[in-house]
């Protein structure tokens, strides 16, 4: 064993072993990282070496317990070296926001992109754009002539920081390829493959860093999934336009052979149920999703003219008043979710369903039925411990689950941060690029 390839392999993924140690239980001691990682005193030694020459963990200048010298000197993140800037394309926006190693918001921008439905150019010109807004505005905060009343800028970063990952979340299938192709995207009107991360690279000269592109229920699950403390498995099912979702297991987003999986609301619910758009016969969305419910409830009309979130709340006030209709339509769509989320159960035994979006508004409504439904197998299954809970992030998780991710991979794998400029000469090759 042990070819060159390997070692260097190897010392990659030691080298991200102890940052995460770092990053998670820092400030800390070297001893305190050989004893957590099992590497030996003399490699975490090295490794710290490298991540200091990085930028990525410095060394406190106080010396803890009273003692002289190294052994004492505690070691912690620097998390504004290297900066990650996070797209969710919506209908009519581009949401941005630039975030640091420790998941903290530097700078955020919603803007509308105006793409033209059909041409994914379009989408990928205004990204750039985006991305490019947000490169600026982090290199002006952190240089000192930094101009005054950079408004969205909620903390600067330091001068040494360098962008390192961008991540596009946007709805739509994207398959596990080297490229994170999209395959469709019906509310763009792409209706074929889209490789977005190419078309965005083509339009960032200069900008040599990943790029991602993510499924945003997808980026959402992932969110959700970092936001508990139980982490092992979780699956997403989350109303906003129809029903979307994620399936996260052992910290990793299931995106399928096709990329299509993680889509609940396409999970049929009845036999010979109505034709879905999909092609597909009584799937949960036409039970569930949130033009059915409020169809259902009598805020139809309002959905038309007012949109979802002022129907949803004309719902929420209507089912706190009692009403019977609402209580009718939102017992409908429980009884439905309480089947998907039984049939979810049976095939990934997750120990956590969330329910997200406008699901997390009716909760309280639906949480007694869907209980109702999974009593059953939770009485025959001594000890299945199934958590359904409403979503704790509300409509941020996207972005935070984009950011989520930046954070993670290169947390995981930080020899992609350039190591600092020494006597003037920046040496900015990553390590095993
Ligand atoms: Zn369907």
Do not use: K
């Amino acid at each position: 064993m042990g070819s060159p390839q390997d070692s260097a392999a190897v010392r990659r993924r030691n080298l991200g072993l102890v940052l995460r140690h770092i990053a998670a239980a820092g400030p800390c001691a070297r001893t305190e990282i050989a004893a957590a990682t099992g590497l030996a005193h003399g490699s975490v030694t090295a490794l710290v070496g490298d991540l200091v020459e990085r930028g990525l963990v410095r060394e406190d200048d106080a010396v803890r317990g009273g003692g002289r010298g190294r052994p004492g000197r505690p070691l912690r993140l620097a998390p504004r070296r290297a900066l990650s800037v996070a797209v969710q394309i919506t209908s009519e926006q581009l949401r941005v926001v630039v975030a640091d190693l420790a998941g903290e918001i530097v700078w955020r921008e919603s803007a509308a992109h105006h793409a033209v439905p059909g041409r994914p150019e379009s989408m990928a010109d205004a990204v750039a754009a985006a991305v490019r807004r947000a490169e600026n505005a982090s290199e002006s905060m952190a240089s000192p002539g930094r101009p005054a009343g950079v408004p969205t800028a909620l903390a600067g970063p330091a001068a040494n920081s360098v962008l390192v990952r961008i991540v596009i979340a946007m709805a739509g299938p994207v398959r596990d390829d080297a490229a994170q192709t999209v395959m469709a995207a019906a509310d763009f009107g792409w209706l074929g493959p889209v490789r977005l991360g190419e078309l965005v690279g083509e339009r960032l000269p200069g900008v040599d860093c990943p790029i991602d592109v993510v499924n945003d229920g997808n980026a959402a699950a992932f969110a959700e999934y970092h936001a508990r403390e139980r982490r092992r498995g979780l699956v997403l099912i989350e109303a906003g336009t129809g029903i979307g979702g994620g399936v996260v297991l052992h910290g990793r987003i299931q995106v399928g052979s096709h990329g299509i999986a993680g889509e609940p609301g396409h999970m049929p619910v009845a036999l010979d149920g109505p034709l879905c758009l999909c092609g597909a016969r009584g799937c949960l969305v036409l039970y569930a999703g949130p033009e059915a419910v409020l169809g259902a409830a009598g805020f139809g009309e309002v959905l038309a003219r007012e949109g979802l979130e002022a129907a949803s709340g004309r719902l929420v006030e209507a089912l706190t008043a009692g009403d019977a209709r609402a209580l009718a339509a939102v017992a409908t769509a429980a009884r439905a979710l309480g089947a998907v989320i039984t049939a979810i159960t049976a095939l990934l035994d997750v120990d956590e369903i969330v329910l997200g979006g406008l699901l997390a508004q009716w909760f309280p409504w639906l949480s007694p039925t869907i209980e109702a439904r999974l009593a059953g197998r939770r009485a025959l299954a001594r000890g299945l411990d199934i958590g359904i809970a409403p979503g704790v992030l509300g409509a941020e998780a996207m972005l935070v689950g984009a950011i989520e991710f930046a954070r993670r991979t290169v947390l995981s794998d930080p020899a992609t941060v350039p190591q600092l400029a020494v006597g003037g000469r920046r040496a900015n090759t990553p390590a095993g690029a």
